[in-house]
């Protein structure tokens, strides 16, 4: 069960950011939040009290509840949305490292922070994950990462180092974590 508390340091971290309101309110960004998650861990649990508790807040979230078949890629719009997206919060869960598109997806997101001094806020949250386990690719999420058979194996790797290094938060399945 995820707490209150849990939802509300999530807030409390995308509102206190480095990011101004001003930057927030510029023209560029058409949604607050792009939440990227992995659907079967967290879609009916955690994200969707994040989403919830976002909503009432008035943050204007992007949450794509459509799920892709294997081997596709990831559609234009939801490309599209991480674009126009002020901040990024990235939920990293046991099986995010064996969906491609969940790393395609970081990808994109880790492009859109880095493109410039007022780019997007990434905000990683380990959802019943180690930092150092996505940092690594070690553990459980290690071993769902390394059945990829990709030429993209080498980037997602470096994508998942230099996200897991950012500042972020660690959230434990357990009210009581």
Known sequence: MVTIEEVSEVEDAAFSSSSSAEDHHNHRWKYDVFLSFRGEDTRK???????SALKRSGIYTFKDDERLETG????????KAIEESSFA??????????????LDELVKV???????????????????????????????FGEM?????????QIWRKTLTDAANLSGLELDKTADG
């Open 45 to 51: 649990t955690f994200v969707d009290h994040l989403y």
């Open 72 to 79: 596709e890629s990831i559609p234009p719009a939801l490309l």
């Open 89 to 102: 919060v990235v939920v990293f869960s046991k099986n995010y490292a064996s969906s491609r598109w969940c």
């Open 110 to 140: 880790m492009e859109c922070s880095s493109k410039s001094p007022k780019g997007q806020t990434v905000i990683p949250i380990f959802y019943d994950v180690e930092p150092l386990d996505v940092r690594k690719q070690e553990g459980h």
């Open 145 to 153: 990462f390394s059945k990829h058979d990709s030429d993209r194996v």
